[in-house]
């Protein structure tokens, strides 16, 4: 069974879970309806996508 020869430092060790941090997301203003959504995705508040409708939402 394979044995680490020396301790892994606290530096080296957070060197390398550098990347393994929660990103946080990122938000564009819909043009239609100026809700935050996120990029490249249908708005859930009114259901339009680069200008037109694809999905229709109930109005309650």
């Not at 394979?2 to 060790?13: D, E, F, I, L």
């Not at 708005?43 to 409708?53: I, T």
Request: glycine share 6%.
């Amino acid at each position: 069974m394979a044995v680490p020869v020396k301790k892994t430092s606290r530096s080296r060790r957070g060197s390398r879970r550098s990347h393994d941090g929660l990103k946080r997301i990122s938000l564009a203003t819909c043009p239609q309806c100026n809700e935050p959504t996120r990029p490249h995705h249908v708005c859930p508040k009114c259901g339009y996508y680069k200008g037109r409708e694809v999905v229709a939402v109930n109005a309650d």
